[in-house]
């Protein structure tokens, strides 16, 4: 049994996780902004879990978030919510942008930094959902490939100076998943290019193998896993 903070947990992504996580016995500390979506999921699974409510891309949220987990032994961090919006980067909005980076960089950096040294003391994991699109500069997806890149390179330089305490930090890319992250456009546009959009509950089950398997980095699909690489070589 482990004591593992998913946030993001009443997305797509997040149900997938915390419903395996649950069934593998684990005590389960649920974030989320919507309280309503929140407390459905976690009567569903049970009183032993946590829930708790926060909007990451606040101050005032992240710093209570932060003062309710600090006071408890957490075994994973699982940074997992996060936003996009697809479109031509000249119809983003500024806010947007910005919004896209509280949450998807600022929040988790922040989050695991004050929560560093129990993780270390703990020989604790913080696993980082990243995505493709942080190997791959996207089209259409400037501002959100630049967070990706962004938690991509926190990962690698986070384990890079804490692996020789015990800590691991992971980063796993996902491809496409079928949630509502994605609208119709995107779905149009990945049914033309022919990507794969992977089941939420497929891509858990990744994740979780890579968490019990202690790898620090992951892709997800093929042939993504080798466009992650070859890209440096692309235009
Ligand atoms: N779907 C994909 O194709 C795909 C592919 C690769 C990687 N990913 C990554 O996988 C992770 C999960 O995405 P998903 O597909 O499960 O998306 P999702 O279904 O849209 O869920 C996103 C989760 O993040 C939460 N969130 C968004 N803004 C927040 C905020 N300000 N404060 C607190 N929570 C906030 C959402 O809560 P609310 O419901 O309150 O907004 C929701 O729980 C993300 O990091 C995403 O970038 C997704």
Known sequence: ?????????TGGLGVALASLLDSQNNELVLVARDEIALRALHESL???????????SSTVDLDRLIEQLLTQKIDVLINNAGLNEFGEFTDLAPAMIEQMFNVNVIAP?????????????????VLNIGSV???IGFPFYAAYSATKFALRGFTEALYR????QGLNVLFVAPRAIATNMNDGRTEAMNKELGNTADSPESVAS????????GQTRKVIGFPEKLFARSNWYSK
Do not use: C, P, S, W
Not at 161 to 164: G, S, T, V, W
Not at 206 to 213: E, G, P, R, T
């Open 1 to 9: 049994m482990q004591r593992i903070v998913i946030t993001g947990a």
């Open 206 to 213: 990744q994740i979780v193998q890579a968490l019990q398997q």
């Open 133 to 135: 699109f942080g190997y």
């Open 46 to 56: 049970g009183a032993k879990h946590q829930m708790l409510v926060a909007d990451l």
């Open 109 to 125: 950096m922040k989050l695991t930094q004050a929560l560093l040294a129990n993780l270390v003391r703990d020989k604790a994991t």
């Open 161 to 164: 100076e804490y692996k020789d």
